[in-house]
């Protein structure tokens, strides 16, 4: 039985790649930090697909409390599975919002770098160490960080630390290449998710008026879905995946093509 653990998966694409993985035969470990029940929503829907899921409290933006989420995570390792590894990685978790350049204050800009960008980064070097030899991660990112993605003004500091996470794949994959591990980021376009910014509004909640001038922009002519990031996730992760590293897929449906 493989075991992945999916960092911000109580919703959204986080949520949706936990049930993915499951239909696929894989079990989860999931985490949430303020949004508990929907992290038993999750572990429900991971059941009802037959898979097994635990869910662990972790703040992506307090590096310090990453060793004790190592143990956690170990002994949910033993006590579930009874071993003492896992096989996927999925950093998931993140905040939006927007702010034009010269609105922008430190500590937001230390925020963003916080969760999107340190977070990861040390999260993933505090639980290389138990995941296997041949296993694979997957970053996700965002199309706003791309080359050839849409300059919308007001993420600067956001598309700064995707970026930086799109620079972080690639040498990881490079560093962890000895070990067989895989590691590939996804780049989402907008999506229909419960993303919030800073101060805990979701977007497309508070302003579904956006919705249709977002699927106008968008080749396929609607926004995604987080499933239609989950199934891209659950394919690099898998079998499917396997000769496929340092690559960053966008998963936007054709936005702004």
Excluded at 63 to 68: A, G, L, Y
Excluded at 187 to 208: H, I, K, M, W
Aim: charged content about 20%; hydrophobic content about 45%.
């Amino acid at each position: 039985m493989k075991v992945a653990i999916v960092i911000g998966a109580s919703s959204g694409i986080g949520q949706s790649t936990a049930i993915q993985l499951a239909k696929r035969g894989t079990d989860v470990i999931l985490t949430y930090s303020g949004n508990e029940a929907g992290a038993r929503d999750t572990v429900a829907a991971v059941e009802k697909e037959g898979g097994t899921a635990v869910a662990l409290r972790l703040d992506i933006g307090r590096s310090e409390t990453f060793p004790e989420f190592r143990e956690q995570v170990g002994a949910a390792l033993r006590d579930t599975w009874q071993r003492d590894t896992f096989d996927y990685l999925v950093n998931n978790a993140g905040f939006g919002g927007m702010a034009m350049f010269t609105d922008t204050t430190e500590e937001l800009f230390d925020k963003f770098m916080r969760v999107l960008l340190k977070g990861p980064y040390f999260l993933t070097q505090t639980l290389l160490p138990l995941l296997v030899d041949g296993g694979a991660v997957v970053n996700v990112s965002s199309n706003s960080a791309l080359p050839t993605g849409l300059v919308d003004a007001g993420f600067s500091a956001y598309a700064t630390m995707k970026g930086g996470l799109n620079v972080l794949t690639r040498y990881l994959a490079k560093e962890f290449a000895p070990r067989g591990i895989r590691v590939n980021a996804v780049s989402p376009g907008p999506t229909r998710t419960r993303l919030s910014d800073s101060s805990g509004v979701a977007a497309f909640e508070a302003y579904p008026e956006v919705i249709p001038a977002l699927a106008a922009k968008t080749a396929l002519g609607r926004i995604g879905e987080p499933d239609d990031i989950a199934m891209v996730i659950a394919t690099l992760l898998g079998e499917d995946g396997r000769w496929i590293t340092a690559q960053n897929i966008e998963v936007s449906g054709g936005y702004d093509l």
